[in-house]
């Protein structure tokens, strides 16, 4: 009589819509005691929805067989259906959902439909049948439509707002979510509008826009934390990977290991295979073992797990291991259609390829499906690996730069992916900076001001630095550096001198006395495989640039690349009061030259491109700096008209034609519009 009067209780509230109070009445019922199926469906979807997969299971598995509506059949079997598929049943599953569409469509139910068509749909994903997966979200939506069921239509834009998310159709996905979140707040289902805010903030974070990831991620975990969901475990696992990709290894690790406890008991696989590949990727470096004990458990699993696994194998100096997981992605993925994961196999696979040419061609690829998608985090990471695959230091530096700038910290280098394949560039053993302010590194850090015995050694490198790693008679630099004292005397005073400088650069002698500052009986210079010279590096690269410009290279590329030049010259080379002659007038002469040049060339591509205002900033300061340089006037006048600052075009047009007339040149006409 108990359990009669329990399971009136659970029936009536089912039918009420009271599922959480049903729920509470059946744990009264024993396990045993079979339900009518309009009771076990709807109980166990709202399990499912809550991430309670294995009890939903059992909830379905009550349902009395052959009795109730086909359409209360059909709901059960698609239930089914979708549990076995959450828990990697995939064959199970398949055989379910057939089921249920059979009956579904046979009973007429447009709710049974739409739930029939929605297992489907997870079946055709899994199997990675986009075109099936379309056409039967589309079933379903319509069915759902029709029976004004809110709830299932919910649930579907959820559904097809991680499609294509998984496709990296970022955009249409937004689009989709922020209908689903509409509707999540209209009917105030939480698990399944925590399920769109969490689908609309993997979008965002796979258009970099890590702000607005968080934000969602945050609200979709707090929705799924106050219904006590497992499903808890997706928000986890989401902030988890928001954090790996900024670099933020710490909190990083604390979410995946919060989202395992969460999934474990739940047995929800794409959490646990997401989560173990995470801490694979975190861990690879400080616990080799431990990390091979997560991918052990990740695969066989998703892209996200075979990913983990090639680049732990990458970094681990392990190729053909990563050359294989890499394939098997890229085939996964344009079977799925996963544009993000397949963009990262080829740049997994191309770093792991032994030839350069094709690991080029592989990242420029990769690069194309990234700026497609939108997503300017991996377009700067690519920037980064091409530069390093093909040797352009600079360029490099130009991409790193970016990176902190898009949010990302000193971490991101030692989680096993892209830029732990590649390792940070070199620290010089030895840098020079003789622009503005003079300083010396060894190993990165600066040269205390008391390890130096006199200025007399830092004059020597700065004279060594304005020649660019040029090789200086010893006459001569005795001469500029002891000006008034006779030649052998001062010759001796050098020997010792570089001996003191030798020194102070190699502190505990452990090189070989040449490996800084080399020398013979005639010469002295800087050894520029060990030595960094802050000039040369401007002095190449702005010569570069400038040959690039004049071979009339794209516009964009070369207006980064003046842009980073111009970048690298702080201010002239340092004053050296010590030194004689032209030693540091010439040098700071003609590096001034290059940088006056490279930012003249650089106001011209600005113009070109339509960027008049950048175009305005450079014009101007060079004409700041020499009044009468007359191409800067005329460039500064005809970028003011192109932004419409006619005024002011007008205004500096007649402090050009007086700058002229001060030094007797006739000044040249108002110029033309570009």
Request: charged share 25%.
């Amino acid at each position: 009589m108990r359990v009669t009067a329990d399971l009136r209780l659970v029936e009536a509230a089912v039918l009420d819509g009271r599922v959480d109070e049903a729920l509470r009445h059946v744990a009264a019922v024993p396990a045993d005691v079979p339900l009518r199926p309009a009771v076990a469906w709807r109980l166990g979807r709202a399990l499912h929805l809550r991430g309670e997969f294995d009890a939903a299971d059992a909830c379905y598995a009550r349902a009395v067989p052959a009795s109730g509506s086909p359409a209360d059949q059909a709901q059960v079997l698609a239930g089914r259906a979708a549990v076995r598929w959450a828990t990697g049943d995939q064959s199970r599953a398949r055989r379910l959902a057939d089921e249920a569409v059979g009956v579904a469509e046979r009973g007429g139910d447009d709710s049974a439909v739409a739930a029939a068509y929605v297992a489907r749909a997870l079946v055709a994903f899994g199997d990675g049948d986009r075109a099936g997966n379309e056409h039967a979200y589309a079933v379903a939506l319509a069915a759902a439509r029709r029976a004004g069921d809110l709830e299932q239509q919910l649930r579907i834009r959820c559904n097809v707002g991680s499609r294509l998310v998984e496709e990296g159709r970022y955009r249409e996905a937004v689009e989709e979510l922020d209908e689903a979140v509409r509707l999540g707040e209209r009917t105030g289902h939480p698990t399944l509008w925590a399920m769109a805010l969490h689908n609309r903030a993997e979008a965002w974070l796979g258009r970099s826009r890590l702000t607005l990831a968080r934000a969602d991620a945050d609200a979709a975990l707090s929705l799924w934390q106050r219904a006590s969901s497992p499903l808890a475990a997706f928000g986890l696992t989401l902030t988890a990977r928001v954090h790996r990709a900024r670099g933020a290894i710490h909190q990083a690790v604390a979410g995946y290991q919060a989202a395992l406890a969460v999934a474990e008991p739940a047995g929800n696989a794409q959490v646990l295979a997401e989560a173990h590949a995470g801490l694979a990727r975190i861990g690879h470096a400080d616990d080799p073992t431990a990390a091979m004990w997560h991918l052990e458990r990740a695969l066989p699993g998703p892209a996200v797990a075979e990913l983990a696994a090639g680049w732990v194998a990458l970094c681990r100096g392990d190729r053909a291991a990563a050359r294989r997981h890499a394939e098997t992605v890229r085939v996964a993925a344009g079977r799925r259609r996963d544009a993000a994961a397949l963009a990262e196999s080829l740049e997994l696979g191309a770093l792991a390829d032994p030839a350069p040419g094709r690991a080029a061609t592989g990242l420029v690829e990769a690069a194309g499906i990234w700026a497609e998608l939108g997503n300017e985090f991996a377009l700067a990471v690519n920037a980064v690996l091409r530069a390093r695959v093909g040797g352009d230091r600079l360029v490099e530096e130009i991409a790193r730069e970016r990176l902190p700038h898009l949010g990302m910290q000193e971490g991101a280098w030692h989680i096993a992916g892209p830029l732990a394949a590649i390792g940070p560039p070199p620290v010089a053993e030895v840098e020079v900076r003789a622009l503005d302010h003079f300083v010396v590194r060894i190993a990165g850090e600066p040269v205390p001001a008391g390890r130096w015995q006199s200025r007399k050694g830092r004059d020597l490198l700065k004279v060594l630095a304005g020649q660019l790693g040029r090789p200086v008679a010893r006459t001569a630099l005795a001469t500029a550096l002891w000006p008034d004292v006779p030649g052998p005397v001062a010759l001796r005073r050098l020997s010792v001198l570089i001996s003191t400088v030798r020194v102070v650069l190699d502190p505990d002698r452990r090189h070989p006395t040449d490996r800084y500052l080399v020398t013979d009986a005639a010469t002295v210079r800087t050894n520029p495989e060990h030595v960094a010279l802050d000039t040369l590096r401007f002095y190449d690269a702005a010569r570069a640039a400038i040959a690039a410009d004049t071979a009339e290279a794209g516009d964009e590329q070369l207006l980064t690349r003046l842009e980073a030049v111009v970048d690298l010259y702080p201010g002239d080379l340092g004053e050296a009061p010590e030194v004689a002659g032209d030693w540091i007038e010439r040098p700071r002469a003609v590096l001034a030259g290059l940088h006056r040049e490279a930012m003249r060339r650089l106001a011209r591509r600005c113009l070109r491109a339509g960027r008049a205002d950048a175009a305005i900033g450079w014009y101007r300061r060079l004409a700041e700096e020499d009044r009468y340089d007359e191409p800067a006037h005329i460039g500064l006048v005809r970028a003011l008209s192109q932004a419409g600052r006619h005024g002011e075009a007008a205004r500096h047009y007649r402090e050009y034609v007086t700058r002229m007339r001060e030094i007797d040149v006739r000044p040249a006409a108002f110029p033309a519009a570009v």
